[in-house]
């Protein structure tokens, strides 16, 4: 499986990037990449040799879950209550 563009742009142009691997459907798997500001993007894949591959093919490190430094990493902007955050579209 081809690594998405819009993965190996966020891992290329953001500072400090990890991966968390996570299971989100009976056969499916996503892959969250994160970022040292705690900004992210996910990708779903169809298995889970699929998803590390992908971030292999990043060089990205790979967590099984969510560790507490990217958690913190991740909650520390509150971007819907803080003036002026950073909000995604929904």
Known sequence: MATPSE?????????????????????????????????WTMWVFPSEEAARAVAADLQVPLNEGWSDHLT??????????????RRRAL
């Open 7 to 39: 993965l190996r742009v966020f891992s290329v142009l953001r500072q400090d990037v990890q991966a968390v691997l996570q299971r989100c459907g009976a056969d499916t798997f996503e892959l969250i990449l994160v970022d040292l500001e705690g900004d």
């Open 72 to 85: 913190r990493r991740v909650n520390a902007r509150d971007a819907w209550n803080q003036p002026g955050g």
